[in-house]
């Protein structure tokens, strides 16, 4: 459950520095009125993003987890014309609603959206040459985490990012007796980075409006 003070930071902060465009809100609004369940990033979240593709010049950015498109949307506004995004999404029905946010955002020229288990799409997009990949956001099911992590890191360039999200879990991180079943690959995915002499990485964890979690990022090493 998110504290109530967490709650109002969150939206104070994104009163002022992520506030929403009626593109945004519809997509939330559409996504919402087609029951997709509200686990999209946090408005802050988005920003991030944002501002981490914007911060090295991506032109070329992978997502694991599309659902309605919000965070498509956050990352895609970061690309300069000319760019790509290709956004994985298992789910049909969610991926009609993103296609149409995507769409209302004026960003059809720029996302690439691939429907189907991520695992699977994988090979196509090794088939196509597609990447190297400036920043991965990993944000579909929590368990393949690792997978998409490696996928990606063999597809990224130096100086390139890779960012996990919801790695925390409640603080179930640090339990290695969780029960929740997303933890061990969580867990995988930190012990992964901490032996892999190609990136450097940290955790963050964060409160806000979606309770307490935290992202990793990683930054693919010279
Ligand atoms: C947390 S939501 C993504 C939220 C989105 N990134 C945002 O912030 O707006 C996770 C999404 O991953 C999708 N998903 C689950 N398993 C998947 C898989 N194996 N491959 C691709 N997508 C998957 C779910 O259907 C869901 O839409």
């Known amino acids: 459950m998110a504290d109530a003070t967490w709650t109002a930071v969150d939206e104070y902060v994104a009163g002022l520095l992520a506030p929403h465009d009626e ?12 029951g997709l369940p509200a686990i999209q990033v946090s408005p802050a979240q ?4 944002y501002l ?26 970061a690309l300069p014309a000319g760019g790509r995004l290709i956004t994985l999404e298992a789910e049909p ?7 149409r946010n995507i769409a209302r955002a004026g960003l059809v020229d720029l996302v690439d959206l691939r ?7 994988l090979p196509q997009l ?6 190297p990949f400036d920043l991965t956001f990993i944000d579909a099911d929590k368990i393949h985490t690792p997978d998409y992590f490696a996928w990606a890191l063999d597809h990224s360039r130096p100086g390139s990012l ?16 969780s029960d929740d079943p997303s933890i061990p690959a ?23 409006a979606m309770g307490y979690d935290g992202f990793n990022i990683a930054l693919v090493r010279a």
């Open 46 to 49: 988005g920003k991030l993003l």
């Open 186 to 208: 969580q867990r995988r995915l930190h012990e992964m980075l901490a032996a892999e002499p190609r990136v450097e990485a940290t955790t963050i964890q964060t409160v806000g």
């Open 52 to 77: 981490l593709a914007k911060s090295i010049g991506a032109e070329q950015i992978l997502e694991f987890g599309t659902l309605g498109g919000y965070s498509t949307i956050w990352l895609g506004r």
């Open 126 to 131: 090794e088939a196509e040459g597609a990447g």
């Open 93 to 99: 029905c969610n991926a009609e609603v993103a296609a």
């Open 115 to 121: 429907v189907g288990p991520a695992l699977d799409r």
């Open 23 to 34: 593109v945004l809100e519809a997509a939330l609004r559409d996504s919402e009125d087609a």
């Open 162 to 177: 890779i960012v996990s999200d919801n790695v925390v879990r409640f603080g179930r991180l640090a339990d290695p007796d």
